[in-house]
Structures are given as structure tokens and as C-alpha cells.
């Protein structure tokens, strides 16, 4: 079945440097991707939509040159946590819908946890 | 703006117990509806997933229904184990392309033995 596969599971960096996670569809083509960020204890929260070849559609209060997403083809999405801080520290998962696939059906990567230092 | 609400928050039970885990949206204009577990520190596994035309899903021991006009759909565990503790996620999703999932904020479950 289709399968997201995201990279790295886990990274741990430094205040202040960048940090990117990706986001492949390995046996689908994906136009569009989704990121989220779950805090401990909360639910996933929608970050923004990733478009092929276009720019990303970011939720309210989400800080677009702070999290820099780039959708350049159509089975990868990457996100960019620029100058990290501790409060960035969470779980990042992504998700990319298989437009052909039975019921229209979103799947999800593994998930990111970032910790910041 | 969809709104998903998940009931109890937390729900602890002894093991062998059938338990129901509810979940309603404020939008019933839905696609589907997807049931999720997630177990400390790690992703998500879905479990069950509903299309809006389906009234229920059945996979071993779990069951998913929908009542698409209610806005309700609810998770029934059969025979509970230790091992079905987990947070349990329920998203709904929508027709259009460039949509996401919408998450409740999830029932955290813990089996006893």
C-alpha cells in the first residue's frame, strides 16, 4: 500500500541553528502534503499545506519564515525549522494524499521529534 | 470552522471490558472520517476509515460507525487488552484536494490486567 516516509525520526540541535525535516511519498504522487506539530499531551495541529510547485498555505499563527516549506516535486516535501529555539521542541509529522488511491485516503509519515537545546 | 470534539479525555478500564469511544464534528459536510492510535512517542496508526456514504467499519475487535447527520461517530473495543492502550484519534476529512484532516484532541486509553 502507499506508504510516507519521513527523515529523521528523531534530531536533536542547537539553539539557533536550522533543522529540516523531510517528507516522501515512496509509491504515490503527492501535489499536496500536510504538516503538523503535536506539543506533549495535545493533539496534531495542522502547521500548513504543501503544494507542488508552489507556495505552502500556512494556518493562522503559523510563522511562514520559520518554518520554510518547499514542495519541489511531486513525492517530496520538506520543512525547515529556521533559528530553532527550545519552545520549537515537538513532534512533526506529515501526511500527502493519494489523490488515485481507494477513498482519497491521507497517509502519514512516522513523525519528527525535534528537540532543541 | 470544523470543530472536533473527543470523549472522554481519558478513560481507564480493567482488561475484557467493551468500551465505546465517541467522537462528533460540527460540520457534517464530511468525506470521511478516520479513526487513529498513537502510542507514546510515536506516530499514527490508523485504524479504521469511514467514507461518508458508510454507516460502519469493522476490523477484528474494533468497530467505527458514523452518523454523518449527527455529526457523531464512535469507536467500540471489544474484549480490551493491556495492549490496546494507546491514544485514540479521530480526524475527519474532506473532498476537496488541497484539504487536511482535522484531529480531535484524542482519549487516551489504559487497560489493566
Known amino acids: 500500500g502507499a506508504v510516507v516516509s519521513q527523515h529523521p525520526s528523531r534530531v536533536i540541535c542547537k539553539s539557533g541553528t536550522s533543522v529540516k525535516i523531510e517528507c516522501r511519498s515512496l509509491d504515490f504522487q503527492a501535489t499536496t502534503m500536510f504538516w503538523y506539530r503535536q506539543f506533549p499531551k495535545q493533539s496534531l495541529m495542522l502547521m500548513a499545506t504543501?503544494?507542488?510547485?508552489?507556495?505552502?498555505?500556512?494556518e493562522q499563527g503559523v510563522e511562514k519564515d520559520k518554518f520554510l516549506i518547499n514542495h519541489a516535486s511531486l513525492t517530496l516535501s520538506t520543512l525547515t525549522v529556521t533559528s530553532a529555539h527550545p519552545e520549537d521542541s515537538s513532534f512533526y509529522i506529515c501526511?500527502?494524499?493519494?489523490?488515485?488511491?481507494?477513498?482519497?485516503?491521507?497517509?502519514f509519515g512516522e513523525g519528527s521529534w525535534l528537540t532543541v537545546v | 470552522k470544523q470543530e472536533v470534539t473527543q470523549i472522554p479525555a481519558a478513560l481507564s478500564v480493567p482488561e475484557g471490558e467493551n468500551l465505546v469511544l465517541n467522537c462528533s464534528f460540527t460540520d457534517s459536510a464530511i468525506y470521511n472520517l478516520q479513526w487513529f492510535r498513537q502510542d507514546p512517542g510515536k506516530g499514527l496508526t490508523s485504524l479504521l476509515l469511514?467514507?461518508?456514504?458508510?454507516r460502519e467499519q469493522t476490523s477484528g475487535r474494533l468497530n467505527a460507525s458514523l452518523d454523518k447527520s449527527s455529526g457523531r461517530s464512535t469507536l467500540y473495543i471489544a474484549a480490551s487488552q493491556p495492549g490496546d492502550s494507546a491514544t485514540y484519534l479521530c480526524?475527519?476529512?474532506?473532498?476537496?484536494?488541497?484539504?487536511?484532516?482535522?484531529f480531535g484532541k484524542g482519549t487516551t486509553l489504559s487497560v489493566s490486567s
Open positions: 501526511s500527502a494524499r493519494d489523490l488515485m488511491g481507494e477513498g482519497n485516503t491521507i497517509y
Open positions: 480526524a475527519v476529512g474532506f473532498n476537496q484536494a488541497g484539504t487536511a484532516l482535522i
Open positions: 504543501s503544494n507542488e510547485g508552489s507556495k505552502a498555505t500556512y
Open positions: 469511514i467514507q461518508s456514504s458508510q
